[in-house]
């Protein structure tokens, strides 16, 4: 088990470093780590950066008896190098750059400024297009475009999930970050069950580096911390119940599930009609989430998919679905081969395979946000955006121990945010799964599929 995160934890940490290099004069560097009023940092599966909220009060003393905003001066782009670590001694130590300038107010006697920081390749992104083709598997060109010298050249960790199928395109000019995401809808997770089952990735970045993580194989990781929510006190770790890693200071939960918007978007069977104009081949294709999760195609972080009430079903053939997409086979389209007759033998493979991807990819995001539970924790650095923590709360019973079984359980963290200001550190999580029901132990953590 990892070291109790306690209710000390909360108390003021240490922010160590927060220095900002200027651009126009070339080794010139001012610190204002002592004006900080708060320091806020966020991570999200479904963001492309980190970022950092900063604000500080300046007393026009900070460089050359001015203010750090006038003296560098600070207009956007500046290297910031900060440090700050939590009262468990978690670290996070990290190189960004100014991406907004804001000042909140000015006086004859201080002046508050906020600034807005995210990573380097955030920006570098806006400067940078893909105009080439790319040959092979899906998860081979996230690793191009992150590292090749010609584009993002990252020097960050890289955590690529190799996907099972090849996907050929032409960049047309597109953003790499753009192209990435794309890219995240048309990936197969590379496992047995998945072909024809699942697919869909996502794309971010947490302080460890980029990450590019199936669905599936985010639901399925093991925990990383155990939380309960009850009404008492932790008393510095004492009335911690055995087995959890932090009690939760605010907790609520909401079910996802609103059933219209759920059926427009496709989330548990969604109609592809496909046809081929070269041979004028026709195929309607309903994959059902229900069917598919009998076949233990999908890993979930909880029991089952949500129970909608089967008066609504149709059991006529290919007719029980919510929505209906159409495609042209993608036939002859950038083939691969090193020369004409290789590419003339590959001609009639298809380079997109929607009957077993592009329903599959629809649902499982869509599945992904049916339960949605918000917990704020005293400051704990040790999380990230895409960990998977166990999550559980006292039901509303007569009896008095009785746990939530229905919404306990594992959860993804979708977003995080560590909050310092001088009178407190606290960590504030948006947790989400794609289904109902306790499985496993906050012990033991997830029971192996």
Known sequence: MANQITSKSAQPSYIEKFDIASN???????????????LMYYESILQDTVRVTYTFADAGNAIDDKTALEGLPIVGQEKVTLKFKDNNESELNLTMYVNKVTPLSDDTTKSMIQLELVSKEFILNEKIRLNERFDGKVSDHIAKILTAPNYLATKKKVDIEETSNNYNFMGNNRKPYYAMNWLSKKAVPNFKEAKGNTAGYFFFETSEGFKFKSIDTLSSQEKKKSIIFNQTPDSRGDNIPSGYDVKALEYSKDNRVDVQEKLKMGAYSTRTILFDPFTCYYEVVVPNAKEIEKKKGIKKSGKELPSLNPEFNRTESNKDFSRTTYYLLDKGTLPSGDNAQQQIEKSKTENFEYKNILNQSIMRYNQLFSIKSTITIPGDFSLHAGDVVFC??????????????????????????HYISPKETYTKLNLVRDSFGRIGNHTSGKIPL
């Open 24 to 38: 126009k004069n070339q080794g010139k560097t001012v610190s204002v780590v002592n004006g900080a009023v708060r």
């Open 392 to 417: 559980d709360a006292k039901q509303l019973s007569t009896a008095d121990e009785e746990i939530n079984k229905e919404y306990g359980g594992l959860y993804i963290i979708a977003d995080l945010c």
